[in-house]
């Protein structure tokens, strides 16, 4: 996708600060960000959001979940964390490349 800004974060055109990647998946830091652990981890493959992923996609969902986790544990969230993932107009959704928020760090409330 040539005007997503995760793909071009992706292929290196715009930088970011990297924390994960693998062949199919990346995690970076968020710029800005809303606790003091705020991750984003994103399938390296553009899905617009949530409502684009089909069925062959649900191998890399749950790898995206492990990276979550193992991310939550690497950055010391051991008394828990978030994950958000905002879909389209009505929840939020700024940048059209599925990602994954991770938030802890401190006590987060709840808001909607
Ligand atoms: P959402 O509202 O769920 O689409 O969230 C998009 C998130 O992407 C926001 O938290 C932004 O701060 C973050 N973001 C946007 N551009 C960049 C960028 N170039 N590098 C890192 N994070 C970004
Ligand atoms: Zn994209």
Same mark, same amino acid.
């Given at each position: 996708? %040539? *005007? $997503?800004?995760? $793909?071009?974060?992706?292929?290196? /055109?715009?930088?970011? @600060?990297? =924390?994960?990647? !693998? *062949?199919?998946? &990346?995690?970076?830091? !968020?710029?800005?960000? &809303?606790?003091? =652990?705020?991750?984003?981890?994103?399938?390296?493959?553009?899905?617009?959001?949530?409502?684009?992923? /089909?069925? @062959? !996609? /649900? #191998? &890399?969902? +749950? #790898?995206?979940?492990? =990276?979550?986790?193992?991310?939550? #544990?690497? @950055?010391?969230?051991?008394?828990?964390?978030?994950?958000? @993932?905002? $879909? +389209?107009? !009505?929840?939020?959704? /700024? =940048?059209?490349? &599925?990602?994954?928020?991770?938030? +802890? +760090?401190?006590?987060? %409330?709840?808001?909607?």
């Amino acid at each position: 996708m %040539e *005007d $997503c800004t995760f $793909c071009k974060i992706i292929k290196g /055109e715009i930088p970011s @600060n990297k =924390v994960y990647e !693998d *062949d199919e998946i &990346l995690a970076f830091k !968020d710029i800005n960000p &809303l606790a003091p =652990v705020h991750i984003l981890v994103i399938p390296k493959k553009h899905i617009s959001s949530t409502d684009d992923l /089909e069925e @062959n !996609d /649900e #191998k &890399l969902v +749950g #790898k995206i979940f492990t =990276v979550l986790k193992n991310l939550a #544990k690497e @950055n010391g969230l051991k008394n828990g964390y978030r994950i958000v @993932n905002n $879909c +389209g107009k !009505d929840g939020g959704q /700024e =940048v059209k490349h &599925l990602h994954f928020h991770l938030l +802890g +760090g401190r006590k987060l %409330e709840i808001k909607v």
